[in-house]
């Protein structure tokens, strides 16, 4: 079984419509965070969290919210969708605890998005 | 803002050549540096990480930094078309809260 799972794996939304991504990990890191890619762009991160308490917004999280359920769970949602989320959505999970803080992260299969 | 930039491609090599991918970044407190593999429609695979100067091997990979020019490369040698692919950099902020990653390279290894 994959070790980091996201769920849709496709979604096609129309705009104004509340999605949730969901993830989950059996790895037993601490530490979660939710990027979008887009063509030409890179990975950019929309929030971050080390701790079911402990969540940070990152470079683009207007438009976006999150929830860390647990510490294997931690959901993306738009609360309106608009054309321009049209994008792959990743989520990644570290372990800052065993490797010193050195920051390795590990993807999930990703969600891709198409908002109409 | 922290930058991280990598140079522009697409990269073609002809297989059994050596490609070399080069990264640069601005965060002078930047501790730790990953190389990720993404495949088209998959998600970033790490394929290296390197923390201290100098040169890193695992394999046919080759990692290299230097923090003093703030540069950090990855060599992948014998190249296989297998390895096509867009190359990731990615740096930490410093605090090891987070990773900035370049837009990629592609790489083509030619038959």
């Known amino acids: 079984d994959a070790d980091v799972t996201q769920t849709p794996r496709n979604r096609i939304t129309k705009t104004g419509k509340r999605i949730m991504l969901e993830c989950s990990q059996t790895?037993?890191?601490?530490?979660m965070y939710w990027y979008r890619q887009d063509p030409g762009l890179g990975l950019r991160l929309i929030y971050y969290s080390f701790d079911v308490k402990d969540i940070n917004k990152g470079e683009i999280s207007d438009g976006y919210s999150v929830s860390r359920q647990a510490q294997a769970k931690f959901s993306l949602s738009l609360e309106s969708a608009i054309p321009n989320q049209t994008a792959l959505y990743f989520c990644a999970t570290s372990d800052h605890r065993t490797s010193g803080g050195r920051g390795e992260q590990f993807f999930g299969p990703g969600t891709r998005l198409t908002v109409l | 803002q922290k930058e991280v930039e990598q140079n522009s491609g697409p990269l073609s090599v002809p297989e059994g050549a050596i490609a070399s991918l080069n990264c640069t970044y601005s965060d002078r407190g930047s501790q730790s540096f990953f190389w990720y593999r993404q495949y088209s429609g998959k998600s970033p695979e790490l394929i290296m990480s390197?923390?201290?100067?100098g040169d890193k091997e695992d394999g046919r990979f080759t990692a290299q930094l230097n923090k003093a020019s703030q540069y950090v490369s990855l060599l992948i040698r014998d190249s296989q078309p297998s390895d096509s692919a867009t190359y990731l950099c990615?740096?930490?902020?410093?605090?090891?809260?987070?990773?900035?990653f370049g837009s990629g390279t592609q790489l083509t290894v030619l038959p």
């Open positions: 790895k037993g890191h601490d530490r």
């Open positions: 990615a740096v930490d902020s410093g605090s090891a809260r987070q990773l900035t």
């Open positions: 390197i923390y201290s100067n």
